[in-house]
């Protein structure tokens, strides 16, 4: 669609290219892996709503673990919280730049920022409860996606899919128990066939997933997440003119 009216050869395709160029590329890179972060708040932000936590004592809140497509006054709370995480995680990535967990996995695909997110998630056990656990866990597999493509690395991410899976499904948490059990098929074919595109396939398709049905229930998030696809789909066209490879947090 954006070539039919904005050929990579006309003048309006390269004045907008001009434009777009002069965004710090570091701070796309970083911007781009901030999707699991805000699919952790999103899905705290839920818990809260759903769950007996802490903060849902707090505030006061009646306990529902049964609505879908939530768009109410409260749900600004966790918009305002993911773009204050966003804003502080980029300013100390620019600040610390050496600093492990805060390097751009497009630049060393083995760094620890999806590590450092999964431990992130642990945290948040202790404070939203034990339906962290569920995503502590699908963190930690991607983070393994990423980190090796060992069948070793493919075989502790099946088992640790099919733990968050029973879980959650024994804490009656509809999200990951559906997100895990569409994901393992997935892993499977991965171990079986043995191809990087497959693998590739399998590190997309884990955030996507949990995306999709933590939408169901957070509907606000479903139009972050799809000005996120935009955005970026926007961006590659008119700085590489190609395709963009969603959800893609490495340069492999």
């Known amino acids: 669609m954006l070539k039919r009216f904005f050929p990579s050869e006309s003048s309006r395709y390269k004045h907008i290219q001009n434009l777009v160029k002069r965004i710090d590329i570091d701070m796309i890179d970083r911007l781009e892996m901030f999707f699991p972060m805000w699919i952790m708040l999103a899905f705290q932000h839920y818990l809260i709503k759903s769950y007996d936590t802490i903060f849902t004592i707090a505030i006061g809140n009646d306990l529902d673990s049964y609505y879908i497509f939530s768009m109410i006054s409260q749900d600004w709370i966790s918009v305002i919280n993911i773009l204050l995480h966003s804003i502080l995680f980029l300013w100390l990535m620019s600040k610390f730049e050496s600093f492990g967990p805060f390097r751009s996995v497009k630049i060393d695909c083995q760094t620890n920022f999806l590590l450092f997110l999964a431990i992130y998630s642990f945290i948040g056990v202790f404070i939203f409860g034990k339906m962290m656990m569920g995503l502590f866990l699908l963190f930690l597999v991607l983070y393994l996606l990423y980190r090796s493509d060992s069948t070793r690395s493919k075989i502790a991410s099946i088992v640790l899919t099919s733990i968050a899976l029973i879980f959650s499904v024994y804490q009656d948490e509809p999200v990951l128990s559906t997100s895990a059990v569409l994901y393992l098929p997935f892993l499977i074919v991965t171990l079986v066939l043995k191809s990087k595109e497959y693998l590739h396939y399998a590190q997309k398709y884990l955030p996507l997933i949990i995306f999709i049905f933590l939408s169901t229930k ?24 190609e395709k963009y490879n969603w959800l893609k947090f490495d340069s492999q």
């Open 218 to 241: 957070e509907l606000w998030f479903g139009f972050i997440g799809l000005g996120y696809f935009l955005f970026f789909y926007f961006y590659y066209y008119f700085t590489m003119n």
